[in-house]
């Protein structure tokens, strides 16, 4: 079980993550908080092996010894890239920093001819983040199944989470922005991924053909590009080859650019490394809430439970003044809803069931508050009572090799 937590444990404390894959054998917890944490997992297993088989549960428990490197190269823009396969796993590493990952099938010798399985959505964030963007989108009428939508994501990664998109909703128009080519060509040739590359993001009619497409472009000329209220749902998970978010794409004119793009009611939703009280980390999850309200509009936060270094916002274009806002319930039975409608294998109305509305209050030196979203009742009293901060006992010593 240490193994399989230690991986997310090494982000928080600035360790490379393939380097706790071989020391994790050896990790130490501060607390004896795991048991029940190992439990809950084994059960969630047990419910659904199909899904569990190509989930990041999955992949962590691959003895590292086992470890192929089946790509390796350098990029002008991400300094060296790597593709790494455990059994049917596929990680997309920058520098060591893994970026992404893929479930398989069909793959042969030499890993070229792999097909990627695009109703697998191995990383819990991104599962988080996809419910996030189905509970919004469908509590304000966007019917995503029947009618379609646009969808955007910031950064393709290995690809799972817009592949997964375009398969669960063909009537959507989904699309990638991606800055690096060298990534592109290795999730295509590597990760098995079928997608067609353009030169700019237009609405070319192309909504509900069933494919996958990817802007090859820096992403903030894109969005000062898009049309205005075009977008139903931004995503963003982009980070560079140390593991940091970019830093233009923090700032007040790139997130202008999405309030922009983005309907009246759609959403920016975005996964950021979490902390423990007080650290730098948690900081910067408060500074950029802060920024988000005040540029985009009202944020809501999403605990990644089975990986609390993760940390998932959303904020929602409003008209000024407008004060209408969805409850937890609200939230986790519109995604329930599209869940069912769409055929998920794993339940997205469990991983929206924690939300909170953050308000960040500047005279108290940016204080990030979480409040519950919805009148008193048992999810606002069981769910997540301290909020999104990770908790202390999920930082781990790893012993020296």
């Given at each position: 079980?240490?193994?399989?937590?230690?991986?997310?444990?090494?982000?928080?404390?600035?360790?490379?993550?393939?380097?706790?894959?071989?020391?994790?054998?050896?990790?130490?917890?501060?607390?004896?908080?795991?048991?029940?944490?190992?439990?809950?997992?084994?059960?969630?297993?047990?419910?659904?092996?199909?899904?569990?088989?190509?989930?990041?549960?999955?992949?962590?428990?691959?003895?590292?010894?086992?470890?192929?490197?089946?790509?390796?190269a350098?990029?002008?823009?991400?300094?060296?890239?790597?593709?790494?396969?455990f059994?049917?796993?596929?990680?997309?590493?920058?520098?060591?920093?893994?970026?992404?990952?893929?479930?398989?099938?069909?793959?042969?010798?030499?890993?070229?001819?792999?097909?990627?399985?695009?109703?697998?959505?191995?990383?819990?964030?991104?599962r988080?983040?996809?419910?996030?963007?189905?509970?919004?989108?469908?509590?304000?009428?966007?019917?995503?199944?029947?009618?379609?939508?646009?969808?955007?994501?910031?950064?393709?990664?290995?690809?799972?989470?817009?592949?997964?998109?375009?398969?669960?909703?063909?009537?959507?128009?989904?699309?990638?922005?991606?800055?690096?080519?060298?990534?592109?060509?290795?999730?295509?040739?590597?990760?098995?991924?079928?997608?067609?590359?353009?030169?700019?993001?237009?609405?070319?009619?192309?909504?509900?053909?069933?494919?996958?497409?990817?802007?090859?472009?820096?992403?903030?000329?894109?969005m000062?590009?898009?049309?205005?209220?075009?977008?139903?749902?931004?995503?963003?998970?982009?980070?560079?080859?140390?593991?940091?978010?970019?830093?233009?794409?923090?700032?007040?004119?790139?997130?202008?650019?999405?309030?922009?793009?983005?309907?009246?009611?759609?959403?920016?939703?975005?996964?950021m490394f979490?902390?423990?009280?007080?650290?730098?980390?948690?900081?910067?999850?408060?500074?950029?809430?802060?920024?988000?309200?005040?540029?985009?509009?009202?944020?809501?936060?999403?605990?990644?439970m089975?990986?609390?270094?993760?940390?998932?916002?959303?904020?929602?274009?409003?008209?000024?003044?407008?004060?209408?806002?969805?409850?937890?319930?609200?939230?986790?039975?519109?995604?329930?809803?599209?869940?069912?409608?769409?055929?998920?294998?794993w339940?997205?109305?469990?991983?929206?069931?924690?939300?909170?509305?953050?308000?960040?209050?500047?005279?108290?030196?940016?204080?990030?508050?979480?409040?519950?979203?919805?009148?008193?009742?048992?999810?606002?009293?069981?769910?997540?009572?301290?909020?999104?901060?990770?908790?202390?006992?999920?930082?781990?010593?790893?012993?020296?090799?």
């Open positions: 079980m240490l193994r399989a937590l230690a991986p997310f444990a090494a982000r928080a404390v600035g360790q490379k993550c393939s380097v706790a894959r071989r020391r994790a054998r050896g990790g130490v917890a501060r607390a004896n908080v795991f048991d029940a944490l190992e439990q809950r997992l084994a059960a969630a297993a047990a419910r659904d092996d199909e899904d569990a088989r190509r989930s990041e549960r999955a992949y962590l428990d691959w003895p590292p010894e086992d470890e192929r490197t089946v790509f390796r350098t990029s002008a823009v991400n300094g060296d890239v790597r593709v790494v396969a059994g049917p796993f596929r990680s997309l590493r920058f520098n060591d920093v893994e970026q992404g990952l893929s479930y398989v099938v069909d793959e042969d010798g030499d890993a070229r001819g792999a097909r990627a399985d695009d109703g697998a959505l191995p990383y819990e964030y991104l988080v983040m996809t419910a996030v963007s189905i509970g919004l989108s469908s509590w304000r009428g966007v019917d995503l199944v029947r009618e379609g939508g646009r969808l955007l994501y910031i950064g393709l990664g290995a690809g799972a989470a817009p592949a997964f998109a375009q398969r669960k909703f063909p009537m959507c128009d989904v699309r990638v922005v991606e800055i690096d080519p060298m990534v592109v060509d290795v999730v295509r040739e590597h990760h098995g991924l079928d997608m067609d590359v353009v030169r700019a993001f237009s609405d070319d009619g192309s909504r509900g053909d069933g494919r996958l497409r990817v802007v090859l472009a820096d992403c903030a000329t894109t000062r590009t898009c049309a205005p209220k075009s977008l139903d749902v931004i995503f963003m998970d982009a980070f560079d080859g140390d593991g940091e978010i970019p830093a233009h794409l923090v700032e007040d004119d790139f997130l202008r650019a999405c309030a922009e793009a983005l309907t009246d009611g759609g959403s920016l939703v975005l996964n979490n902390g423990v009280r007080g650290s730098p980390a948690r900081d910067a999850v408060a500074t950029f809430a802060r920024t988000l309200a005040r540029v985009i509009g009202p944020v809501c936060s999403f605990p990644v089975e990986s609390p270094v993760n940390v998932v916002l959303s904020a929602t274009k409003r008209e000024q003044g407008e004060r209408d806002r969805p409850s937890r319930e609200d939230i986790a039975r519109a995604a329930a809803l599209v869940g069912e409608q769409s055929g998920f294998e339940s997205p109305k469990r991983l929206v069931e924690g939300a909170f509305w953050v308000e960040v209050d500047d005279k108290k030196g940016g204080d990030m508050k979480e409040v519950v979203a919805g009148a008193p009742g048992i999810l606002g009293k069981f769910r997540g009572r301290n909020g999104t901060i990770m908790p202390r006992e999920f930082l781990v010593t790893l012993d020296d090799e």
